[in-house]
């Protein structure tokens, strides 16, 4: 079945840093991508979504672009803020139908 | 809107005893699953319900036993809790490929 893998953590920032969350996929076809995010002590909820080679997701300044050629969905955010401070997750269709195959998570902390 | 809410958010079991991990969605979707977090090991998905009436097994389904009550429930129960089980438990539910989760459920059995 499909699966993804993504870049382990923790990754530590500075305020106003550039943020780089790798993941890469494999796959039959050209399913949607996902990336969600888990703030600390709730569950997860959905950051930004492509439904398409070539699409770009984005969502409170985070983006990711489908790219087909190299089988990744990376992850980028031109300035961290402390708020950012979570766990992102890197997911996709198990296969056909609604079921999503996670990547282990990446643990981002931003310190003022 | 409650979206997806589960109970109870907390739970401490003593080995070998049973209980019942509630949860509800009020966004009429047709899906329902059950994953469970642990560290360094993401999420992995137990069971799963694409409609009411039907259960299917997940990644790790050893040790547990749902229920599709109707379309809004889906319960998880342990009937034997072991200390392998201890793990933050997560419902979602999804009417298209995105998914929506409750605030998950801590459990720890000693």
């Known amino acids: 079945g499909n699966s993804v893998t993504q870049m382990e953590g923790p990754v530590t920032l500075s305020e106003e840093a550039f943020l780089t969350i790798n993941c890469t996929y494999t796959?039959?076809?050209?399913?949607?991508l996902f990336w969600y995010v888990q703030y600390p002590g709730e569950g997860l909820q959905l950051l930004l979504k492509?439904?398409?080679?070539?699409d770009k997701g984005s969502n409170k300044g985070f983006e990711a672009t489908y790219r087909k050629e190299t089988t990744s969905f990376h992850l980028e955010k031109g300035s961290v803020q402390v708020s950012d401070s979570a766990v992102y997750f890197c997911?996709?269709?198990?296969?056909?139908?609604?079921?999503?195959?996670f990547g282990g998570g990446t643990r981002l902390m931003v310190k003022p | 809107n409650a979206g997806v809410t589960q109970t109870p958010k907390f739970q401490v079991l003593k080995t070998g005893q049973s209980m019942t991990l509630q949860c509800a969605q009020d966004?009429?979707?047709?899906?329902m699953y059950w994953y469970r977090q642990d560290p360094g090991m993401g999420l992995r998905l137990i069971y799963y319900?694409?409609?009411?009436?039907?259960?299917d097994k997940g990644e790790v389904p050893n040790g547990y036993n749902v229920s599709r009550l109707n379309k809004r429930e889906f319960s998880l129960r342990l009937e034997s809790a072991a200390p392998s089980q201890t793990s933050v438990y997560f419902c979602?539910?999804?009417?298209?490929?995105?998914?929506?989760f409750g605030q998950g459920t801590r459990l720890t059995v000693v």
């Open positions: 979602a539910s999804s009417e298209r490929e995105w998914a929506f």
């Open positions: 796959a039959t076809g050209y399913p949607s």
């Open positions: 492509a439904t398409k080679a070539d």
């Open positions: 997911a996709l269709p198990h296969n056909a139908g609604n079921m999503l195959t």
């Open positions: 966004m009429n979707h047709n899906s």
């Open positions: 319900s694409a409609s009411e009436g039907t259960t």
